[in-house]
């Protein structure tokens, strides 16, 4: 599936917060997006199942709906940061890419994590490759 910027963005916005987001804290959580545009991109992924509904509440006299991602868009953005490694895969090491991502992480319990469960699959593909 392919997605515009303001779509990816809203979907960032999504899954960077705790909670389900009415529009207009998306709009007011983005950079430079509109109401019209807010609503216009959360009816083509309400349709796509990208978001859903996932409760109403009161903003101010009016009640809204809020939004929030599915595991479905995961899998989209997922399949969209691959699909442009690809791109570059005979460009870019491997090894520079993971060594770039875990240079995102600060260091602590979760970078630990995440570093037992590269090991974790790194060993189960060696042994899978022998």
Do not use: C, W
Request: glycine share 6%; charged share 30%; no cysteine.
């Amino acid at each position: 599936m392919k997605l515009n910027p303001r779509e990816l963005e809203v979907l960032k916005i999504l899954h960077e917060n705790d909670r389900a987001l009415t529009s207009t804290e998306i709009v007011n959580a983005g950079n430079e997006l509109t109401q019209s545009t807010v609503q216009a991109v959360l009816r083509k992924m309400l349709a796509a199942e990208l978001v859903e509904v996932q409760g109403v509440t009161h903003s101010g006299n009016v009640l809204s709906r809020t939004f929030g991602a599915t595991p479905k868009s995961r899998e989209v953005l997922t399949e969209k940061f691959l699909s442009e490694i690809r791109s570059f895969h005979s460009i870019i090491d491997k090894m520079d890419i993971l060594a770039g991502l875990m240079e995102l992480e600060e260091d602590g319990p979760e970078k630990e994590a995440e570093l037992d469960k590269m090991i974790k699959y790194l060993t189960g593909l060696k042994k899978k490759g022998k």
